[in-house]
């Protein structure tokens, strides 16, 4: 091993090639980069010469081990080592259920029969050429190389590789066409259409507050708070972090953990608000919006009867309102109200459950007190409101 310049290079014995891996400074950082079958690709990033050289001495030893020991054909194939890493791999149930049908789809047809060693960045890459043809969204191509290159990591870290083909490879974003802003006229007519004033304060809920649809179908009686002193007196919601979510896996329901840290937090109420779930508080349940069978609303339970609020139906002589709309439409819907509204980027990412960058959470008070602009912005929305 030698430096050349800023360059700390790994050469097999006896040869003068280009190196097949070394480490490059590149501002305040050093990037580790190698050969992969004649493409030059980035493998890590540190943030110290030491980390570095490290890196580029165990790539160096992985290949010769590799070389010394391996033989076309000794690493499992994908399909082996994915029976294996779902076997051991910890994973939620609703992860597990995307994860097998991303891999019964698209994954294992194309590379199952493959070694792992036989997976390089030109095989990849045609692979999502392929995709592309087929018209799939840039969104479902990115979640598919997203999970091949988890696998090819986990793979690296027991020896089968020693390098993740996947790294370097960049799928274009494409612009998204601009969302439609609902008014306040058309979520009050959406609520309308819900056969029962528990669904119709739901879809009201949701589209003055952002929450997400687990979020909202969790609620309780007691995640409503009327007036707490030490939130200036604010009436608000509390998403509690450990079971504040409603979870579904094959029919089955419970309350679970919230999406990430950042997601437990208060939220606070709009007077109209306040009035409509106190109301629901007040009956004798513990879910504000249960489903018909008394427990957690299910997905799809509310989502026939939201695709014929939103799409319109003609046995009822109801037009469309909204055709194509999501329920999680509502959370962006009420994301772009406060954009109009004028409402700070720290105060939106609070509401909504952001992760935030800064290291200290603002005390209750001084959040409240920044909390008030959308909830009055929210108010006049609903007093703006034709009578009908």
Same mark, same amino acid.
Request: proline content about 8%.
């Given at each position: 091993?030698?430096?050349r310049?800023?360059?700390?290079?790994?050469?097999?014995?006896?040869?003068?090639?280009?190196?097949?891996?070394?480490?490059?400074?590149?501002?305040?950082?050093?990037?580790?980069?190698?050969?992969?079958?004649?493409?030059?690709?980035?493998?890590?990033?540190?943030?110290?010469?030491?980390?570095?050289?490290?890196?580029?001495?165990?790539?160096?030893?992985?290949?010769?081990?590799?070389?010394?020991?391996?033989?076309? /054909?000794a690493t499992?194939?994908?399909?082996?080592?994915v029976?294996?890493?779902?076997?051991?791999?910890?994973?939620?149930?609703?992860?597990?259920?995307?994860?097998?049908?991303?891999?019964?789809?698209?994954?294992? *047809?194309?590379?199952?029969?493959?070694?792992?060693?036989?997976?390089?960045?030109?095989?990849?890459?045609?692979?999502?050429?392929?995709?592309?043809?087929?018209?799939?969204?840039?969104?479902?191509?990115?979640?598919?190389?997203?999970?091949?290159g988890?696998?090819?990591?986990?793979?690296?870290?027991?020896?089968?590789?020693?390098?993740?083909?996947?790294?370097?490879?960049?799928?274009?974003?494409?612009?998204?066409?601009?969302?439609?802003?609902?008014?306040?006229?058309?979520?009050?007519?959406?609520?309308?259409?819900?056969?029962?004033?528990?669904?119709?304060?739901?879809?009201?809920?949701?589209?003055?507050?952002?929450?997400?649809?687990?979020?909202?179908?969790?609620?309780?009686? /007691?995640?409503?708070?009327?007036?707490? *002193?030490?939130?200036?007196?604010?009436?608000?919601?509390?998403?509690?972090?450990?079971?504040?979510n409603?979870?579904?896996?094959?029919?089955?329901?419970?309350?679970?953990?919230?999406?990430? *840290?950042?997601?437990?937090?208060?939220?606070?109420?709009?007077?109209?608000?306040?009035?409509?779930?106190?109301?629901?508080?007040?009956?004798?349940?513990?879910l504000?919006?249960?489903?018909?069978?008394?427990?957690?609303?299910?997905?799809?339970?509310?989502?026939?009867?939201?695709?014929?609020?939103?799409?319109?139906?003609?046995?009822?002589?109801?037009?469309?309102?909204?055709? /194509?709309?999501?329920?999680?439409?509502?959370?962006?819907?009420?994301?772009?109200?406060?954009?109009?509204?004028?409402?700070?980027?720290?105060?939106?990412?609070?509401?909504?459950?952001?992760?935030?960058?800064?290291?200290?959470?603002?005390?209750?008070?001084?959040?409240?007190?920044?909390?008030?602009?959308?909830?009055?912005?929210?108010?006049?929305?609903?007093?703006?409101?034709?009578?009908?």
């Amino acid at each position: 091993m030698g430096v050349r310049g800023r360059r700390l290079v790994a050469h097999e014995p006896g040869r003068e090639a280009k190196p097949m891996a070394w480490c490059e400074r590149h501002c305040h950082t050093f990037l580790v980069r190698l050969w992969c079958h004649g493409v030059k690709i980035l493998d890590s990033t540190y943030s110290n010469e030491q980390a570095a050289r490290l890196r580029v001495l165990q790539l160096h030893t992985m290949r010769l081990n590799a070389r010394r020991r391996q033989r076309p /054909g000794a690493t499992p194939t994908v399909e082996q080592w994915v029976a294996e890493w779902m076997r051991v791999r910890p994973l939620a149930a609703e992860t597990t259920d995307a994860y097998q049908a991303q891999l019964r789809k698209h994954l294992l *047809p194309e590379f199952g029969h493959l070694h792992l060693e036989q997976i390089d960045q030109p095989t990849i890459r045609r692979f999502i050429r392929g995709l592309q043809a087929k018209g799939l969204h840039g969104s479902t191509i990115r979640g598919l190389i997203t999970l091949l290159g988890t696998l090819l990591r986990d793979a690296i870290h027991i020896g089968y590789l020693a390098h993740d083909p996947t790294a370097g490879i960049r799928i274009p974003r494409e612009q998204p066409p601009p969302r439609q802003v609902l008014e306040p006229e058309q979520i009050h007519l959406i609520a309308g259409r819900m056969p029962t004033t528990i669904l119709s304060t739901l879809v009201i809920t949701a589209a003055f507050t952002g929450l997400r649809p687990g979020e909202t179908a969790a609620l309780q009686a /007691g995640s409503l708070h009327d007036h707490d *002193p030490g939130t200036l007196g604010l009436p608000y919601l509390y998403i509690h972090p450990t079971h504040g979510n409603r979870h579904e896996h094959h029919g089955r329901r419970w309350l679970g953990p919230v999406k990430s *840290p950042a997601a437990a937090r208060h939220v606070f109420l709009p007077p109209v608000l306040q009035k409509l779930l106190t109301g629901l508080a007040e009956a004798a349940r513990p879910l504000l919006f249960p489903g018909a069978d008394g427990d957690l609303l299910s997905r799809r339970e509310f989502n026939v009867l939201w695709r014929a609020a939103c799409d319109g139906d003609g046995r009822r002589h109801w037009q469309p309102i909204s055709p /194509g709309l999501r329920f999680y439409g509502l959370r962006h819907n009420h994301r772009s109200w406060m954009d109009e509204d004028g409402i700070a980027e720290d105060v939106q990412s609070a509401r909504l459950g952001h992760r935030r960058h800064h290291h200290r959470r603002p005390p209750p008070r001084l959040l409240a007190a920044r909390q008030q602009p959308p909830l009055l912005a929210l108010q006049e929305r609903w007093n703006g409101l034709a009578p009908t």
